[in-house]
């Protein structure tokens, strides 16, 4: 069920309905009579525009008009805080509402050694999106990947993360001398969300050897 976070202008009939608004992407629609003459939805963090769609059309004018801005720059935008929608023309730019931010990652890496690293990762308020994923041997960025590969397993565990999957290939296996630490780290791109079950250790140094109690 759509939650309604914009305002309603009665002179401008102007009205928006958010369905969801996190650090990726605002989705929702958009009461058709405030779209003619538009030439953009402008999403704003604060004063900083975040993220712009060419004003969506719809047949007849009178349906509300579905939309879904990706957010260009996720560490642009404050867990908790909120999001404005605008929309842009030639009479400048009008607010249509605000929405606040509230993401829902789910993820985890399941199989981690010197040749790759796998899992998947997921935004839960729009699976078909995919994700970024940054991956980092001892802190040290290694590359990012696109968290849209279809596997059965997530499949079975719900269709809509079917195609949620990740498997990033280091560019030559790792070369891991003995007795030196060696992890690997993953969280989604341009924040700080980390995966469920990073860090990962490939290798690990002990100083002394860790006993079992009897």
Known sequence: MREEVGTKDAGAALAVRFGSADRFQVSGEIAAPALPGAR??????GETVV???AAPVTPGGEAPAPFRIPVEEAAAVEEGGSLTLAL???????????APVRSRVAGALD?????LVRGWAANLNCPDQ?????????GQSQG???ANRRRSDLERMDKALAATAFLFKFARPLDLPRGETAVITARIRGTGIELGN???WIARAY????????
Do not use: D, K
Not at 111 to 115: G, Q
Not at 207 to 214: I, K, V
């Open 111 to 115: 199989r981690c050694n010197e040749a």
């Open 144 to 146: 990012f990947v696109v």
């Open 51 to 53: 993220g712009r769609l």
């Open 130 to 138: 995919p994700l970024e994923v940054e991956i980092l041997l001892n």
């Open 88 to 98: 842009e023309g030639e009479g400048g730019r009008r607010v249509l509402g605000t």
């Open 207 to 214: 100083e002394s050897l860790p006993l079992l109690a009897g």
């Open 198 to 200: 990073s860090p990962w």
């Open 40 to 45: 953009s939805l402008v999403l704003l963090a």
